[in-house]
């Protein structure tokens, strides 16, 4: 008898394994915690970016176009979800935000395939407070696409949902602090 695998769980084992770590911690904000997540370390696997994919796919709206977001934390979700989309027949642009315009070139904030009028779904790994998934779609608004979702690997703060729901967009993780065993550390 083959024993069924909760993709879920899977993922919320693997970070758990390779992603956080317990401590004494200094967050970006400045303050303190017991406990760091580095999802890239999910993200960047092979196991894990597909095990991110089972979850996240599931998540993403049948009409939505592209995904992205800020760099550098958006880039593994979004790049992993289009990617592993497409081997299964669906077809997600993927793109990413600059953190400042570049002045030569394609100038801009915008790199990769995103144009106006596409349905979107922000993407970043890890949220404490979700200021960047904010800045990602308001950038994304201004270049005439639809931002329709923010879809984050792990929410560590509980606040972005809120911020999202202020934008008029809905919010999902696909895995939550609760889930890995810590209180929310949202600012």
């Known amino acids: 008898m083959t024993e069924t695998v909760d993709p879920k769980q899977a993922l919320v084992d693997h970070l758990l394994r390779h992603s956080v770590r317990t401590g004494d911690f200094t967050l ?16 960047c696997r092979p196991d894990g970016l597909l095990l991110m994919a089972d979850v996240g796919l599931d998540l993403v709206p049948d009409d939505v176009t592209a995904v992205g977001g800020l760099t550098v934390g958006a880039d593994p979700v979004a790049y992993g979800l289009a990617a592993v989309a497409a081997t299964r027949g669906r077809a997600l642009k ?93 600012v």
Do not use: N
């Open 94 to 186: 993927s793109f990413t935000i600059r953190k400042e315009a570049k002045d030569h070139g394609v100038a801009g904030r915008l790199a990769g395939a995103l144009e106006p009028g596409d349905k979107v779904v922000i993407t970043e790994d890890t949220v404490t407070r979700g200021t960047s998934s904010i800045e990602a779609l308001r950038v994304v608004r201004e270049l005439g696409a639809e931002p329709v979702m923010v879809l984050v690997l792990v929410d560590r703060g509980g606040t972005c949902a809120a911020m999202a729901d202020a934008e008029g967009v809905a919010f999902r993780a696909m895995v939550t602090a609760p889930e890995l065993g810590f209180d929310y550390e949202g």
């Open 28 to 43: 970006k904000s400045g303050r303190k915690s017991s406990w760091f997540i580095d999802s890239k370390q999910t993200a």
